[in-house]
């Protein structure tokens, strides 16, 4: 890595870099009481919307974006939500790629996004199994709007009993 990070929109030519980083992230976030479900979270996000990236995200007037080294160490997207918003969604940073500010980056840049696309306020929630990600939206002015224990499984949630966070920020 020659730590010259930049952000750009996703080609169809990064389709198999962000799947893999997609599955391997997951894989580490699952305790191992949740594989099983985490297998399926992961089958189920692929098909819906990770194998689909350019259609999905262009069918939520949003987008997507890499983050680039000499390889994509980390991803993210965003999708319209209402007239005023818009919603953060899959935001990974490779493992080995962490501590970086690669994610802070990543969350200035969608930030800015949405102040481009005229959306004053950006929407995201995660899990209480993503404890950085916590951290890091908690020091950048997010705020935590509402919690629950998701047990529906969707793309967007594992389920499984999993505590989720649901923060907002007006930009």
């Given at each position: 890595m020659?730590?010259?990070?930049?952000?750009?929109?996703?080609?169809?030519?990064?389709?198999?870099?962000?799947?893999?980083?997609?599955?391997?992230?997951?894989?580490?976030?699952?305790?191992?009481?949740?594989?099983?479900?985490?297998?399926?979270?992961?089958?189920?996000?692929?098909?819906?919307?990770?194998?689909?990236?350019?259609?999905y995200?262009?069918?939520?007037?949003?987008?997507?974006?890499v983050?680039?080294?000499d390889?994509?160490?980390?991803?993210?997207g965003?999708?319209?939500?209402?007239?005023?918003?818009?919603?953060?969604?899959?935001?990974?940073?490779a493992?080995?790629a962490?501590?970086?500010?690669?994610?802070?980056?990543?969350?200035?840049?969608?930030?800015?996004?949405?102040?481009?696309?005229?959306?004053?306020?950006?929407?995201?929630s995660?899990?209480?199994?993503?404890?950085?990600?916590?951290?890091?939206?908690?020091?950048?002015?997010?705020?935590?709007?509402?919690?629950?224990?998701?047990?529906?499984?969707?793309?967007?949630?594992?389920?499984?009993?999993?505590?989720?966070?649901?923060?907002?920020?007006?930009?």
């Amino acid at each position: 890595m020659t730590g010259e990070i930049h952000i750009r929109a996703f080609v169809p030519v990064d389709a198999a870099a962000v799947r893999e980083l997609f599955i391997r992230v997951n894989r580490l976030l699952a305790p191992a009481h949740l594989a099983e479900a985490f297998e399926s979270y992961i089958a189920r996000s692929l098909a819906e919307e990770i194998d689909r990236l350019a259609d999905y995200y262009a069918s939520r007037n949003g987008g997507f974006w890499v983050a680039v080294d000499d390889d994509i160490v980390g991803m993210f997207g965003l999708e319209a939500v209402g007239d005023h918003a818009m919603e953060l969604r899959r935001m990974y940073v490779a493992p080995g790629a962490r501590r970086r500010g690669i994610a802070r980056r990543m969350l200035a840049f969608a930030e800015e996004e949405c102040r481009r696309r005229n959306r004053p306020e950006l929407r995201l929630s995660t899990s209480e199994l993503q404890q950085d990600a916590l951290a890091l939206y908690r020091s950048t002015g997010y705020e935590n709007v509402r919690e629950e224990i998701a047990d529906a499984a969707s793309n967007k949630t594992l389920g499984g009993g999993i505590r989720r966070y649901h923060f907002t920020k007006r930009l």
